[in-house]
């Protein structure tokens, strides 16, 4: 990607010095070095789509710049504007967040070199071209195939766990897929900060083959136990068609992922079979009460109930973990109105305009700070003063630990860069060839290890920085001095600003997850309330209580991000609070999935074991947000969705379209939500051991 990235900022430069127009190679180049911060690996569709709109996004933040130049008013005020709506864009995300923060910097840059009409628009096309050519260079060239080697590992796991069901346990062997176990944890280890689809299904993935692989280990020690008490047990036999079943599903679930192809159509019949067997162990023991072959019975059937929702779960994440499963799911989501989409990024920056949100409480910060750097910089005239705006907005990040490191790493690697480039210059005979030779070099440095420490990023943007602008004409020894000057008010700027305004993440991401979990509860039973007594006033409350939950999401994923550099953060704490975090992703897909479903369905009587569920599900959510919020809470006090999920099912016609709807998603929530109380507990119990 530096590769990639380094030429498409030196072909702009070397085609304007052949050309005899220096100037607009550097505009071309500095559009090219923006928008390769919006480079990824990430599948060429979604790159290509984020990248032209990073593209276009900075030329329009070069054009309203130059046109704004001449007039203080008009740039502080765009500028204050411009930087507000970048503060808020961290609720979509780093990658929407950097892109908020590219743009103000050229917004910054602009506004202090007035230009006139034709000049500034010039300068956007120039800019919009240069951004097109490094989408082009990314999308063409090094193909890769993000997350094969997660889903190949996962695929694995998979496969152990099927030939494992097919063995018999002996007591004396270490666990089944152990070592497979532990390949696919460390495949997806680099995922922990990675918060888009397909890092989190994958996530969910390895999640569910955890829970799947202690749920037959403790099958098959009941059908032991049956055995060596009654060999003619009926248990026995209908475990045995079990897992015979449940082997055939993780084969294909394991040569999906493997292959990167679609299950077999079988696996609906497998599913239904297992399902099957769960109640006919059920009926067949109904009568026999009392005895101790009969409480091993009956536990057999609570894990072959629990096996079976685990591998719905899995089938429903590995369906959506192949590349026609990702095509597929993305079709899927389009068609929803844009407020039912999970990742309907209009509806997140709208649940966010409140002073509850933490992005919006950034951009109110970032906003002042900027207007405040603008105008300085204006009052005194001062040389290269647009380095004081553009430093706040490089250093001031939503969180107390990355805005204080990265201020002073900015400061004192900006010193480093410039003594760096002072150097270059007096002992290096520079001319244009060697300058463009130079700026490939530290284009290539901040493209490669850039991303990895930003001391070093520093360093090397600050004497790439010098580098263009003696390209661009401007007196080294100017620039130098003038942006060591900026750069520290700048950083100054921005550490008083947080310093004023501080927020330390370890101590709000319990409080933010539990108030998640309270916000899906409203929201869940606002969505449920439409089912159980429809109300066309109701929808009013719906939009509500989703939008309270979008807010609580968007608070509390870029907290969880921000987590990871705080000190003290062990990345098994990091991968403790993902994972939570994957399976609340799986509720609140169920949740407006079953949303979607109110006006595509008829109505029908409601089921009082519907309402059952509705009431326990709530139960579950406020006991999760007390578990976090540091109170003792024993497992039995947790209600048995599982049980209630099969009672539903049982009750009402199963033809029924708004039944069946209701019967998939409360499947997936009662999964998603008896492995996140697995999860909180066993983070509970971390805690309290600490």
Known sequence: MALRNTAGVILPLIAGYALGMPRGGLAMASGALNVSYSDGNDPYAQRAKRMVASTVWCSIAVLLGGLTGHHNVAAIAIVTA????????????????????????????????????????????????????????????????????????????????????????????????????????NALAGLSRDESFEAVRYRSLLTQAERIRLSLTVLARLRMRLERESRDHAAIEIIDRYLDNAAKILEDLGESLVSGKELPDEKDRLVLGVVALAYQLREDNAGDRGTFLAAVAQNARHQMDALSGQLRAAIDLASRATPEGQAQFAKEEARQPWWLRFSSQLATLRANLNLQSAAFRHALRLAVCLAIG??????????????????????????????FSRGILRIVGTMAGLLLATALFHYLPLHTVTEIALIAVFTFLVRWIGPANYGVFTVTISALIVLLLTIAGVSPKEAIHARGVNTMIGGLLALAAYAAWPTWES??????????????KKSFHQITQGYLEPNPAGEKERDLARRRARTARSNLEPSLDRLGAEPGVTPDQMSRWNAMLASSHRFAHAMMAMEAGLPQTKEAPPRPEFRKFRDDVEKTLELLARVLRGARIAEKEFPDLREDHNQMVAAGDPQNARYALVNVEADRMTNSLNTLREQAMEWARAGQAT
Do not use: N
């Open 82 to 185: 411009w930087s507000f709506v970048a503060g808020l864009l961290v609720s979509l995300g780093t990658t929407a967040a950097d892109v908020g923060v590219i743009s103000t910097v050229m917004l910054v840059v602009y506004a202090a070199q007035p230009l006139t009409p034709r000049q500034a628009v010039e300068s956007a096309l120039l800019a919009l071209a240069g951004g097109l050519l490094q989408t082009g260079i990314s999308v063409a060239l090094w193909p890769v195939w993000r997350y094969e080697p997660e889903r190949r590992a996962l695929g694995e796991l998979f496969l152990a766990h099927a030939r494992a069901t097919r063995t018999p346990m002996m007591a004396a062997k270490s666990p089944p897929a152990t070592a497979e176990s532990l390949q696919a944890q």
């Open 374 to 403: 603008a105008a300085v910089g204006r009052m005194f005239e001062s040389q290269r003063s647009y380095w004081i705006p553009m430093t706040t907005v490089l250093v001031l990040k939503p969180d107390f630990t990355t805005t």
């Open 507 to 520: 101590a709000q991401v319990p409080e933010l997850f539990a108030k998640l979990l309270e916000a899906y």
